[in-house]
């Protein structure tokens, strides 16, 4: 995310030239450029409150909340990562105390969907209805340990790697590696109490066994 | 919430090596390790390959951002951080400085 090259000197002085070109430009009050730093980060900030949290209406609160704490401390922000990581950070960090402040609530609010699969399909793996799996996906994700949920959220779906997502959070690259071992472990323990979402990990295991009686993995 | 977990040890690196894996961290050696690794861990196989399927799934189904909520977001934000000195970093960071040349003026 390097973006477009604005000025020769600060392009070969500073791998986020850019981003730290804009910082400095709303760090100086200009209205225009914070317009353009929510412009251009505002769904990705949106899309991780969202895993996060798995609420439409709690992923806008967040995303105001991260936009107004990330003006409050933009100074903070050192070019050593791009924009977009370090806003990341404050995301997690908004969401987290979203969650603090909002736990009973959302505790409440969080009956699971009934499960229906229809009796006379046979193969329910094929024919598993995405929106229901979605909300019981958000509903498993929220019974994962919050620490675990962003590593899986930050490693997994977003594509960061585990150095990466341990500078995101402030925590050694062995923690997110614990981490990162032990979301999968509690995800799949988790998932074996969920009808619809214990057939993705067994229609996994089934696909895995067909491939491999059709063909072998190409070696990497 | 999560009870504290138990993964063999040879998985927990496992697990941490097909993560690297993905990003070409791992040696030929380590590759060749984890491979002799996943051809006998069912478990490993299951939890890489079930995982990745939730992590698609959450992917494909996170709604977009609509453009008439982000406007709205937008000018609540524009709202509270205009409302006082405490939104406005320039204005802030100019009373900062300030402070710390009339600091600087009482030292000498």
């Known amino acids: 995310m390097q973006g477009t090259v604005t000025g020769d000197i600060a392009e070969t002085r500073q791998p986020y030239a850019d981003d730290v070109e804009l910082v400095s430009r709303c760090l100086s009050g200009d209205e225009v450029a914070r317009s353009e730093l929510y412009r251009k980060h505002a769904s990705m900030v949106h899309s991780l409150a969202w895993r996060l949290l798995g609420d439409p209406n709690e992923a806008e609160d967040v995303l105001q909340e991260t936009f107004l704490q990330a003006f409050r401390s933009l100074s903070r922000y050192r070019g050593e990562a ?74 997994e779906v977003e594509g960061y790697s585990l150095a990466e997502a341990a ?54 | ?17 097909l993560s690297e894996r993905k990003r070409g961290e791992l040696d030929l050696a380590q590759q060749a390790a984890l491979e002799a690794h996943l051809s006998s861990c069912e478990t490993c196989r ?25 406007a709205a977001v937008w000018q609540r934000i524009e709202a509270e951080s205009g ?7 320039g204005r802030r960071w100019l009373w900062g400085f300030a402070l710390a040349c009339a600091c600087a003026l009482l030292v000498v």
């Open chain 2, 1 to 17: 919430m999560s009870r504290e977990t138990s993964l063999p040890a040879a998985c927990q690196r496992a697990q941490v090596q």
């Open chain 1, 82 to 155: 791009p924009i977009a990581s370090w806003l990341r950070g404050v995301t997690v960090r908004c969401v987290g105390r979203y969650r603090r402040t909002r736990a009973r609530r959302r505790r409440e609010s969080r009956e699971l969907p009934e499960v229906i699969i229809d009796p006379t399909t046979p193969d329910p793996a094929r024919q598993i209805d995405v929106d229901l799996a979605l909300r019981r996906l958000t509903a498993l994700l929220s019974k994962l340990a919050f620490s675990r949920r962003v590593v899986f959220v930050l490693h």
């Open chain 1, 167 to 220: 500078q995101i959070l402030d925590i050694s690259v062995s923690a997110a590696k614990k981490r990162v071992w032990r979301a999968r472990h509690d995800l799949e323990r988790l998932a074996q109490d969920d009808d619809v979402l214990s057939v993705l990990f067994s229609s996994s295991l089934a696909a895995e066994r067909s491939s491999a009686a059709k063909s072998p993995e190409p070696a990497r």
């Open chain 2, 83 to 89: 409302a006082g000195a405490a939104g406005a970093p």
């Open chain 2, 46 to 70: 299951r939890l890489e390959r079930g995982t990745a399927k939730l992590a698609d799934l959450l992917r494909r189904g996170t709604p977009p951002l609509e453009a008439s909520t982000r």
